[in-house]
């Protein structure tokens, strides 16, 4: 009997209201042939769900890739407008990889401004004819990526051959959908 006396809720309700259960509980509950039938549903229920959950991580996944490589191929191609720039000294493209902002620091420690480093290059005698570049790895932290490298310069100053190998690191931020050069510090190795 229901809550209202004469009311009978219909057989199959789910209803919390409802004294009576749904055949397909009561099969699972005494163990009658359709809980075969019911668990293989929630079995096949279960398979399905967890097989969109698996599917829907890897489009996630699929996506987030894709984007870190536009990233990184980003990041590679202003790095490379860098080192180009510094062999053909283009001190225009140059100009226009560094952020305003760009402060330079040498293997000597010397701080320079973007416009004191491109000031720098152009007074400089040395001509580089060849940048080797090993160990590269760049990490992206959102709008900013950190890019170290291990180099190796050739070139001539005043007639005279010379050989330099260092440590980078070059940080870069997005800006205006643009990636820039905003700080580099390089060392010498051994």
């Not at 309700?13 to 009561?26: I, M």
């Not at 490379?80 to 760009?102: H, P």
């Not at 001539?156 to 330099?164: L, N, W, Y």
Request: proline letters at 5%; one cysteine or more; glycine letters at 6%.
């Amino acid at each position: 009997m229901g809550r209202f006396p004469g009311l009978k809720p219909p057989a199959e309700s789910c209803s919390p209201f409802s004294r009576q259960k749904p055949s397909w509980l009561l099969d699972a509950i005494d163990g009658s042939a359709p809980t075969t039938s019911l668990l293989s549903r929630m079995k096949a229920l279960g398979r399905l769900l967890l097989f969109l959950m698996l599917g829907s991580n890897l489009c996630l996944y699929s996506q987030e890739a894709d984007a870190d490589k536009s990233i990184l191929d980003a990041i590679k191609r202003r790095e490379d407008q860098y080192t180009d720039g510094l062999l053909r000294r283009d001190f225009d493209e140059l100009a226009s990889v560094f952020a305003d902002t760009y402060v330079n620091t040498s293997p000597s420690g010397q701080l320079r401004s973007k416009a004191e480093f491109l000031e720098a290059l152009q007074a400089d005698t040395s001509r580089i004819s060849e940048i080797k570049e090993t160990d590269k790895q760049t990490h992206v932290y959102g709008e900013t990526a950190v890019v170290t490298v291990q180099f190796e310069v050739q070139g001539t100053d005043q007639g005279e051959p010379f050989d330099f190998k260092g440590r980078a690191t070059d940080i870069w931020v997005k800006q205006n959908g643009q990636w820039f050069c905003v700080a580099v510090h390089s060392s010498p190795t051994k």
